[in-house]
């Protein structure tokens, strides 16, 4: 196929993946944050003993209310309940770590640092098949015009094809795969424009050239 008609079916399946990919780009509904646990603690303070029953939620750090405490466990009909352990359970000072938090703050930056380099990645997939399609309309069009060049659009196909796939599953190890051949597919369809226009007979095809060559280096910035 030569000329300006692959270059329109080349259009069409590009500005259809690129329809595509804004869809597949949009944001999730924020999720809801998980409840954070509560610590079930007594202490009368960081070194006396203390006690504690399941099923109730306090803290006490003050002694007098200890003290109110240690005389019901002394009082008849108060004992502790069979199975039932104490200890010392001296609450964290504001310096000390807590184990069970420590994890989730470095877990979440991963998370966060994963899906912030997919989203930039994303985006400039999607500028970039905005931007081609544009340069391809208004440049090249009429270039093929005067000078027919060798075209085929079976590139443009699969990458609406793979980007098809990106909006069935828009997360996941199968949704970066198929993130990374789009670039690579779009890569490979500038590219071989960049490399047809260079057996051009004039120069009119610098000024198309040029701005695909911005393309493509807009499409790799890190």
């Known amino acids: 196929m030569a000329g300006p008609a692959?270059?329109?079916v080349?259009?069409?399946h590009q500005a259809g993946a690129l329809c595509t990919l804004r869809a597949a780009a949009a944001p999730h509904p924020p999720c809801s944050?998980?409840?954070p646990s509560h610590t079930q603690t007594f202490s009368a303070s960081r070194s006396g003993p203390a006690?504690?029953?399941l099923g109730e939620e306090a803290e006490v750090s003050e002694p007098g209310v200890a003290q109110e405490l240690k005389e019901e466990r002394k009082a008849p009909g108060k004992?502790?309940?069979e199975g039932e352990e104490s200890g010392d359970l001296s609450p964290l000072s504001p310096g000390d770590p807590r184990p069970e938090r420590l994890a989730q703050p470095g877990l979440a930056r991963r998370e966060t640092l994963r899906e912030t380099a997919l989203r930039s990645k994303m985006s400039r997939l999607v500028e970039a098949t905005s931007r081609l399609v544009q340069v391809e309309q208004t440049l090249l069009l009429p270039l093929l015009q005067q000078h027919?060049?060798?075209l085929h659009p079976k590139d443009s196909i699969e990458f609406?094809?793979?980007c098809s796939r990106m909006a069935l599953q828009r997360e996941g190890?199968?949704?970066?795969?198929?993130?990374?051949?789009a670039h690579q597919c779009l890569k490979t369809i500038i590219e071989k424009l960049i490399y047809s226009l260079a057996v051009f007979p004039s120069d009119s095809y610098i000024p198309v050239q040029s701005a695909l060559r911005q393309i493509l280096q807009n499409l790799l910035a890190m």
């Open 10 to 12: 080349s259009i069409r």
């Open 173 to 181: 190890q199968q949704f970066e795969r198929d993130l990374h051949e």
């Open 160 to 162: 609406r094809n793979i």
């Open 51 to 53: 006690w504690h029953s």
């Open 148 to 150: 027919p060049l060798s």
């Open 33 to 35: 944050p998980p409840q």
């Open 6 to 8: 692959a270059l329109l």
């Open 79 to 81: 004992c502790p309940k």
